[in-house]
């Protein structure tokens, strides 16, 4: 370490995960407006934030998978909390949001947009919702930006048509809801078929349209449906879909 430079703590590297989550790739850089804000917020430079945005893409598996390497020089607590936030999809992405909210000096709930009418006066229940509320605008934020705001199947890139939608779905597979390699970004017509069977993703990334969509070709237009069988998907920056999930999309969900 050089000489006045100053070691990072936890709650620094839980922040600095948290905006790594939610940039695109692509804006992992010094001059975004979102590096300055937090390097501002915990008083270091936007090249330091920049470089240790770049620190984490070196821990990131779906990168490390596409042949890409971050930054050199990760360190030992760089690991240790990549590993704690990586491992723990249902807690730790809350913490860090509450985290932003107590150093931005404003509540979890404002930080997050959820009008405060919409909750309960019930003291748990409205933490219950608020953690919930919070965890799904986190799960939505890491999934679009991996996919770079465009929709997997579709290539659409109007932000507000689109999902981040579920593979194994919310209720089934608890520990994995805020995963985003259970995430894939997609438009509200083509997430619906893939919520109800109509279209599933190999494990392999090739999409699949089911069988009882492409006979009724005549009635539907193609290009919302057969142009798109066994197309590759466009693929997130990282955060690559677990092959686990989509097997079992393909095997419990597709109407075959």
């Known amino acids: 370490m050089k000489e006045g430079q100053r070691l990072w703590n936890r709650e620094e590297l839980i922040l600095a995960i948290n905006l790594y989550c939610k940039l695109p790739f692509g804006k992992l850089h010094k001059g975004n407006p979102e590096v300055i ?7 270091r430079t936007p090249s330091s934030v920049a470089y240790k945005l770049v620190n984490f893409a070196s821990l990131d598996p779906s990168l490390k998978a596409r042949g890409i390497v971050g930054a050199p020089n ?5 690991i240790e909390i990549w590993n704690e936030f990586y491992d723990n999809w249902d807690e730790l992405p809350f913490e860090s949001e509450k985290l932003l909210a107590n150093i931005e000096h404003t509540t979890v709930e404002k930080l997050n947009h959820i009008p405060e009418d919409e909750l309960p006066s019930d003291k748990t229940f409205r933490e219950q ?14 999934v679009l930006a991996a996919y770079n705001y465009t929709c997997c199947v579709t290539g659409i890139n109007q932000s507000d048509l689109l999902i981040a939608g579920h593979i194994r779905p919310w209720g089934l597979d608890e520990k994995n809801r805020l995963n985003p390699r259970n995430g894939l970004t997609l438009n509200a017509l083509h997430d619906k078929m893939f919520e109800n069977g109509y279209l599933t993703i190999t ?3 090739i999409i699949k349209i089911s069988p009882i969509l492409m006979s009724e070709k005549k009635k539907t237009p193609f ?4 142009k798109y069988h066994n197309q590759l998907i466009i693929q997130p920056t990282r955060f690559l879909p677990d092959a686990e ?3 079992y999309h393909n095997q419990e969900r597709f109407k075959a």
Do not use: H, M
């Open 223 to 226: 290009d919302y449906f057969e």
């Open 74 to 78: 990760v360190s030992k607590l760089d």
């Open 129 to 142: 919702l608020i953690k919930i509320r919070v965890n799904q605008s986190f799960f939505r934020s890491a």
């Open 245 to 247: 999930f989509l097997k």
């Open 37 to 43: 804000k937090l390097s501002s917020l915990i008083n």
């Open 203 to 205: 494990p392999d990334y």
